[in-house]
């Protein structure tokens, strides 16, 4: 127990020093902070210059809710739950198979250092956003694990920093179903993390933002504006009542698997879900949501 204990302080520790030196010292290409803050202001420049829904306010309905929770999620969750969860979880998974003597990297397919660079990233990036597709499906079909998709699915006027507005538990989800598919491969450093997160942070950001881009013949391979539009949907026919769109980076997976919908131009489309009406409003209530509401009947 005192090995676990010290590991969660360890991680803590040196996340919290990770997080200062990014935000006061760090200044190199690879930079997650200001890397996020680069992507957000160029997209939100393309939704002035090319806005989709030309009567939306620039600053739209909860843009400043969505601005806190872009920086909450990929910053300040890490510090209080995540790292020290994933490090927590890596030790007692590497324990438990090492007690019936297996060790992790028995599993490991092949590794990526020794292959040329640009495809292991491209591994790295099928791998991560298939799993994340499958995952993403769960949080639809899965009714616990929907009540807290729902503060996502809460966003009324799409913008670009609705991409990260999310509950807590859903990046424990996905950080946990991602973990054995990408341990087997092996071999990544930060940089190719890096180029894989600022790809799918600016693919994420066009598709919540208010842009009509569909990207021609590309719609087919790449979640576009117009289709994930359809994915926040309020009214849906039964036929599609689990959701539909799941794409995060590509759209492929939704095409080849036949989850698909995009039946005209949905730019004026209500979004949100049935009874959202009375679903919370503020950051506080919507993070302890569902653990402190009734379930909708």
Do not use: C
């Amino acid at each position: 127990m005192e090995k676990y204990l010290d590991l969660i302080k360890n991680a803590y520790s040196g996340y919290w020093n990770y997080l200062k030196q990014e935000v006061f010292f760090d200044t190199n290409w690879d930079n997650f902070f200001y890397g996020l803050i680069a992507i957000s202001l160029i997209v939100w420049v393309l939704e002035m210059v090319f806005p989709w829904r030309k009567k939306q306010a620039l600053f739209r309905k909860d843009f400043w809710l969505d601005t806190f929770y872009m920086f909450f999620n990929f910053f300040l969750l890490n510090l209080i739950i995540l790292i020290a969860l994933s490090e927590t979880v890596a030790a007692l998974l590497n324990d438990a198979l090492g007690f019936i003597g297996v060790s992790l990297n028995s599993f490991q397919l092949f590794d990526v250092k020794t292959m040329p660079k640009v495809l292991g990233l491209f591994i790295l990036f099928i791998i991560s956003d298939f799993v994340q597709w499958n995952t993403h499906r769960l949080l639809h079909r899965v009714p616990f694990l929907w009540q807290f998709h729902q503060v996502h699915h809460s966003v009324k006027e799409m913008g670009f920093a609705a991409h990260l507005r999310y509950h807590w538990m859903e990046p424990v989800l996905y950080k946990s179903l991602l973990y054995i598919p990408l341990a087997i491969i092996g071999g990544f450093n930060a940089q190719d993390v890096a180029i894989v997160y600022f790809f799918n942070i600016a693919i994420g950001h066009l598709n919540h933002a208010n842009i009509g881009w569909d990207y021609g013949m590309f719609k087919y391979i790449f979640n576009n504006p117009k289709m994930h539009i359809w994915h926040h949907a309020k009214e849906m026919p039964k036929h599609v009542r689990y959701g539909v769109n799941y794409g995060i980076t590509l759209s492929l997976w939704d095409y080849l698997f036949k989850t698909d919908y995009i039946p005209y131009n949905g730019k004026d489309i209500e979004l949100g879900f049935n009874n959202d009406e009375t679903f919370p409003k503020d950051f506080i209530s919507q993070e302890l949501y569902p653990l402190t509401f009734k379930k909708d009947k």
